[in-house]
């Protein structure tokens, strides 16, 4: 269960090595498909401790998100319409939402294994 | 469900994700560097760049004080008085638009002559602009338009198929409207009183023709001669002077 987390420090030490740097307009891309990388990431949890999780379902939603996400702030760009509001809208509420599940459910977990140890 | 699958999946996509987020990071923060050089750093800071200033001003006045010599030296080289003399020559060839003092001559139908029903001609007949050519180059005319056409000394006006022609340029409407350039004011003066009396309105009357002489101007403007000039039997001298 660890390994995700040294994946995430990993990939930051890569991305603060690099020196890599986008112009600022393209800014407003890189940060809506961070957040559509987060949803995609939390929803991938929530369904894993549902035990609902799809292999397929996680990967492919986690790139088809974030080109869909960057792909809407571009026509939003060329429309004149701020639409990557709609996508921070839409991926905010669902990242609360998927945060908000996960909690319960570690929260029963945490719970039930608490009323097995008073059991025993 | 294969845990250690679910594992690296999660692992991929998590990388990806602090890496989006250092990029992120990275792209907003730099541009906020703070400044935190005191007033004796800063004054240094404006030195240095007032000097880089000052050395970038003497390079331009270097740079333009050459530019001056160069061209003082062309001026008084051989080439700029060849060039010279070849403008001076097309001036005199008439390839050149030209401006100076003159009188515009109009010329147009009689309204009052014209009758219904009657052949009208509406045309200069050649000879009738010969004869007005002559007179005026007799009277110190410079150069000459005829409709906006230049007239060189090769210029011929004739009559093809019933049409005035003047090098290929044909007079069709009129009124017709003829631009005489002279030396100066003066000479302006004396070709509009000369051309007052001259015959050349008696003339033009026979043959149905108003001869309008404008008043003297002081800037006529002249248009260049638009063809090319044909030179069939001219041929440079030899040098040293044969003959």
């Known amino acids: 269960m660890w390994l995700p987390f040294i994946g995430l420090i990993i990939g930051i030490i890569l991305g603060l090595l690099t020196e890599i740097r986008i112009p600022e307009e393209y800014s407003n891309y890189l940060s809506i498909a961070v957040l559509a990388a987060f949803d995609t990431l939390f929803g991938g949890i929530r369904a894993y401790l549902q035990n609902i999780y799809d292999e397929k379902v996680f990967v492919s939603g986690f790139f088809f998100n974030i080109i869909l996400a960057a792909s809407l702030a571009f026509l939003g760009v060329h429309l004149g319409v701020d639409l990557y509001l709609a996508a921070v809208f839409a991926f905010g509420v669902r990242l609360f939402q998927n945060i908000a599940v996960i909690r319960r459910i570690l929260l029963t977990k945490w719970s039930t294994n608490k009323e097995k140890l008073e059991k025993r | 469900m294969d845990k250690k699958k679910v594992d690296i999946s999660f692992t991929f996509i998590a990388a990806i994700i602090g890496f989006m987020i250092a990029v992120q990071f990275q792209s907003i923060q730099k541009p906020n560097e703070r ?42 080289s051989k080439e700029q008085a060849l060039r010279d003399t070849l403008e001076e020559l097309k001036s005199e060839a008439g390839l050149t638009e030209i401006t100076g003092p003159g009188i515009s001559l109009l010329i147009e139908p009689v309204i009052e002559d014209i009758k219904i029903g009657d052949y009208q001609t509406n045309v200069v007949s050649p000879e009738l602009l010969q004869r007005l050519l002559n007179e005026l180059n007799m009277y110190e005319a410079r150069n000459i338009a005829i409709d906006g056409q230049r007239i ?18 044909t007079i069709k409407n009129l009124p017709v409207e003829v631009k005489v350039l002279v030396s ?28 309008t002489i404008g008043k003297p101007e002081s800037n006529i403007t002249i248009p260049a001669y638009s063809n090319p000039i044909r030179i069939r039997y001219m041929e440079p001298a030899e040098e040293g002077g044969g003959s």
């Open chain 2, 35 to 76: 400044d935190t050089r005191d007033i004796w750093q800063l004054r240094e800071a404006l030195l240095k760049e007032k000097e880089i200033q000052s050395n970038l001003l003497k390079q331009i006045r270097l740079t333009e004080e050459k530019l001056a010599a160069y061209e003082s030296k062309r001026k008084q």
């Open chain 2, 152 to 169: 060189i000394n090769t210029t011929v006006i004739r009559d093809i198929n019933s049409e005035t022609k003047i090098d290929g340029h």
């Open chain 2, 184 to 211: 100066d004011q003066s000479t302006a003066e004396k070709l509009y009183n000369r051309m007052k009396v001259s015959k050349a309105r008696d003339e033009f009357f026979i043959e149905s023709l108003r001869l």
